[in-house]
């Protein structure tokens, strides 16, 4: 009878389907463990990208607002320095006219 390192070939067929059934057992496990324990880890990271993405939507409007904010205060300090200007003119011109009369 042939014999590979000591064993044969009856004994090399067993080795081989108690590997095979442990691979299978361990893979059955495996998919059990990951879609009970790692199923809600999955669905919690997507939750996290979900709202980081949200976040960061919500961080450009912010943005975007705060940008069109000043903006329109650069545009009232403009103003208010015109009103000041012509107010600072007619102030002088009525002292003139005061000390005129």
Do not use: Y
């Amino acid at each position: 009878m042939h014999s590979i390192f000591g064993l044969s070939w009856d004994e090399w067929a067993a080795i081989a389907a108690f590997i095979t059934s442990l691979s299978i057992f361990g893979g059955w496990i495996f998919r059990k463990v990951s879609g009970n324990v790692l199923r809600p880890v999955f669905e919690q990271l997507k939750d996290l990208t979900d709202n980081i993405r949200n976040l960061n939507h919500t961080l450009t409007e912010q943005k975007r607002n705060l940008e069109e904010i000043d903006r329109r205060l650069d545009e009232h300090d403009i103003t208010l320095t015109s009103h000041n200007d012509r107010l600072n003119f007619l102030e002088k011109k009525e002292q003139k006219n005061n000390e005129q009369n």
